[in-house]
C-alpha cells in the first residue's frame, strides 16, 4: 500500500512538472510582441513599425503567413524596421528581426523554404538582413547563408545580353521588380567581400532595362520587357509589356537609389546610374496627382477604375527623399517627396483605436504571364485586389519616413 501511495506520489510530482515545464515552453513560445503600446506623439516610422510588430507579433507572420518562409515582404519591412533601428535604437527591433532569421537560417547555411535550384530572384532580398547579423556576431552560418544567395546570382539564368532572368519559370524576362530583389544585396556583397569587383555588373543590369522598356514618349519603364518577344503579353518590336505600373516602378527607383551607396562616385558607372535616377524622378513627377500621391496604373490617372496606390507612392516618396538627401537629386525632389508623405498620411492612413496605423488601397500582387495568366492590360491591374497594411506598402513607408525625418 505504502509503495503505491509513494509511486502515486512520484506520479503526481512528475505530471505536475511537465505540466509546467510544458507551459513554461508554450510561454517561451509565445509571442512577444502583442502588448506593444503605440503613443500618440511617435514618429510615423515609429507607428508603422511598432504596428506591424504589433498584429505580426513573430515575423514570419508578416503578410499574413501561416508558416516560416524566406520571402521578399518579409525581407522589405524587416530591412526598414532594421534601418529604423539606425536611426531610433530599440532593443525590440532587432530582436525581431533575428527571431525571422533564426527561424529560417540553419547552422549549416542552408535556408529553410529556400530553394535556389528556382532561381527566383525575389529570393535574394531577405539576405540584406544578415550582413548586418554577420557583423554583429561573426557566426559561421550567417557568412555560409550569404554565400549561398550569392551563389544563385552566380548561376542565375541571364538573357543573351546579360540580364538575369527575373525566374527560371519566366525565361528570357527581366522585370523592374528584379532590380530591386538582387541588386541592393549584391551591391552591399561585392563591396563587403568582394572589393567591389562586380559593380559594373550591377550597372549593366540597370543599362538593360534603362535601354529595352523605356517608353520614349513618358519617359516611364513598362513593367517587364522580354528579350525573345516570345511571350503573349510583350510587344512584337519591343518585347516590352503594355502598360506602366507604379509599384514596379517603385521597386526601380528604390534599386538605384540603395544600389548607389556602394558606387563610389569616382566609379564610372555612378553618373549613369544617377543619370537613370534623374530620368525616373522627372518623369514620375509629371503623373503625381494634386494628392500627392500615384495612380495604380501610372499615366492613366482619369481612367475609370484606377486609383491613388499606396505601396508605389510609398517607394517614390522615398526614392525621392533619399535621393535629395543624398545629393543625387536636386532638393527640389524632397517637397514632392514632403507631398506624397501628406498624401499617404491624410488620405490613406486610418488611426486605429490601439493607436496603430492601417495603410490602405495597396495593390496585394501583379505579375505577368503564369497561370492564371496575367496579360499585362490596364484592365488586369486596375483588378487586381487591394489589400490594407501590404508589406509592400508599409516597408516602403517606414523607410519614406526615416528619410523624411517624420
Known amino acids: 500500500m505504502k509503495n503505491n501511495k509513494r509511486q502515486n506520489y512520484f506520479n503526481a510530482v512528475a505530471l505536475i512538472c511537465l505540466v509546467v515545464f510544458t507551459s513554461c515552453k508554450v510561454t517561451s513560445q509565445e509571442p512577444q510582441n502583442k502588448d506593444i503600446v503605440i503613443a500618440k506623439n511617435l514618429k510615423w516610422s515609429e507607428k508603422m513599425a511598432l504596428t506591424v510588430m504589433k498584429r505580426h507579433p513573430e515575423a514570419y507572420m508578416i503578410d499574413d503567413s501561416k508558416t516560416q518562409k524566406w520571402d521578399y515582404v518579409h525581407g522589405l519591412v524587416l530591412y526598414s524596421i532594421e534601418e529604423l533601428n539606425k536611426k531610433n535604437p530599440d532593443p525590440r527591433y532587432p530582436a525581431y528581426i533575428k527571431g ?5 537560417v540553419q547552422e549549416d547555411g542552408t535556408i529553410k523554404s529556400y530553394e535556389i535550384e528556382k ?13 548586418t547579423i554577420y557583423n554583429n556576431t561573426k557566426e559561421e552560418k550567417y557568412l555560409k547563408a550569404l554565400q549561398l544567395l550569392r551563389k544563385q546570382l552566380t548561376e542565375q539564368p541571364r538573357t543573351a545580353s546579360g540580364g538575369f532572368w527575373h525566374k527560371k519559370i519566366y525565361p528570357n524576362q527581366m522585370w523592374l521588380d528584379g532590380l530591386y530583389m538582387g541588386e ?14 562586380e559593380l559594373d555588373d550591377i550597372a549593366k543590369q540597370f543599362e538593360l532595362i534603362q535601354k529595352h522598356a523605356t517608353d520614349p514618349k513618358t519617359g516611364l519603364l513598362y513593367h517587364g520587357w522580354d528579350e525573345s518577344k516570345a511571350m503573349p503579353w510583350a510587344n512584337k518590336e519591343t518585347g516590352t509589356s503594355p502598360n ?24 564610372p558607372k555612378q553618373k549613369e546610374l544617377v543619370g ?44 525621392y527623399a533619399k535621393g535629395a538627401n543624398k545629393g543625387y537629386l536636386p532638393a527640389k525632389y524632397k517637397k514632392l517627396a514632403n507631398k506624397a508623405f501628406d498624401g499617404l498620411t491624410t488620405k490613406l492612413i486610418k488611426v486605429e483605436a ?5 495603410l490602405t488601397q495597396a495593390c496585394a500582387v501583379a505579375g505577368l504571364g503564369g497561370n492564371p495568366y496575367r496579360d499585362g492590360s490596364y484592365e488586369y491591374y486596375v483588378n487586381e485586389r487591394k489589400k490594407d497594411n501590404d508589406p509592400k506598402a508599409t516597408g516602403p513607408f517606414i523607410l519614406a519616413a526615416l528619410e523624411l525625418n517624420r
Open 184 to 197: 541592393p544585396f549584391y551591391a552591399e556583397y561585392t563591396t563587403v567581400f568582394e572589393n567591389g569587383k
Open 276 to 319: 537613370y535616377l534623374n530620368n525616373a524622378a522627372a518623369s514620375l513627377a509629371k503623373y503625381q496627382d494634386k494628392s500627392g500621391l500615384w495612380y495604380q496604373v501610372t499615366d492613366k490617372g482619369g481612367k475609370e477604375g484606377n486609383y491613388l496606390e499606396a505601396s508605389g507612392s510609398a517607394m517614390f516618396a522615398y526614392a
Open 354 to 358: 490601439d493607436g496603430g496605423i492601417t
Open 244 to 267: 506602366f505600373w507604379s509599384r514596379a516602378l517603385g521597386w526601380y527607383v528604390m534599386a538605384l537609389v540603395d544600389v548607389l551607396d556602394y558606387f563610389p562616385k569616382d566609379h
Open 100 to 104: 525571422y532569421v533564426d527561424a529560417l
Open 119 to 131: 532561381y527566383n530572384i525575389d529570393m535574394v532580398v531577405a539576405g540584406r538582413l544578415l550582413f
